[in-house]
């Protein structure tokens, strides 16, 4: 097997923009759609990359653009055999003819955002779909042969009760998906979120729903490997296991990110500049850092913490950590606990 190598494709479009969102997308832009596909399968075939071993794109909303248009970038870009390629999508853009597109430009995975089942949370969040469209697309994806998929999750929202969140569980489980992420909601600075603290997610509330989903989708056999990753064995995402191990990637589009031994950087922020620079032979790079060999150490460390492996266990400072990490075989590992305690506990590594 080839040493995992990824890339990024960034598509910066949305229809509306979510309450809690602060990626780089754009809601007025569209006039920009088939240009900027051109500019990143361009981009890409300049690149002269190696055969990659994921692919994943995300957005923004990747369903928006043109299914054929985003089928060319994806056969610009070499891949290994049996390469994962993950397009994220919105479920009410989702059907049969999409994913067969899809399908024929080598997706091997689809990540479905639906963080919630429950109508009165996915309007709390401003998600504008509704839950019907999930099981609509989870159809498709099935019927277009599509080899795994992801349902994105997300509790938290104003208003959320525990039992709505159960409610999303069950009815996300019963969809029978390989792969579930469940994200406790952020608040971003410059989102409308930001602005409204009564709306801002209460601590206590996170942690019980966090439980919740750990314990319901365990006994649906979803192992936890990332603390907010669950799935069944052999469906872990590749592509974000390459970010937690620190390992390689090219990003391509607007305020894409790369990095490669040490060295990460990240393109223009806008869609304009980005497709002027590709069109007039330019760089797209903003700007880029390289990393010290203590700081990617430690790094390095941070990000394993989260993952089901573990740190070497001499590399974190145990007094204290009783039933928030657990030592087998020389790694310590976070428990259920540990894993709410994630930030606090990587201060303690060494």
Known sequence: MSRPFGVYIHIPFCSSRCDYCAFA?????????????????????????????????????????????????????????GAEVTVECNPDDVDADLMRVYRGAGVSRVSIGVQSMVPKVLGSLGRRHVPDNVVRAVDAVRMAGIPTFNLDLIYGAAGETLDDWRTTLQQAIALDPPHISAYALTVEAGTPLFDEPARHPDDDDLADKYELADELLGAAGRENYEVSNWALPGHECRHNVLYWRQGDYRGFGSAAHSHEAGRRWWNVRTPERYIAAVESGASTEAAGETLDDETRRVEGLQLALRMREGVPADSLDLDGLEGVVEVRDGQATLTRTGRLLANEVSLRLR
């Open 25 to 81: 997308t754009w809601t007025d832009r569209h006039h920009l759609q088939e240009q900027y596909l051109r500019a990143l399968q361009a981009d890409i075939e300049r690149a002269q990359l190696p055969p990659v071993t994921s692919v994943f794109v995300g957005g923004g909303t990747p369903t928006l653009v043109d299914p054929h248009g985003l089928a060319a970038v994806l056969t610009a870009v070499p891949t290994v055999d």
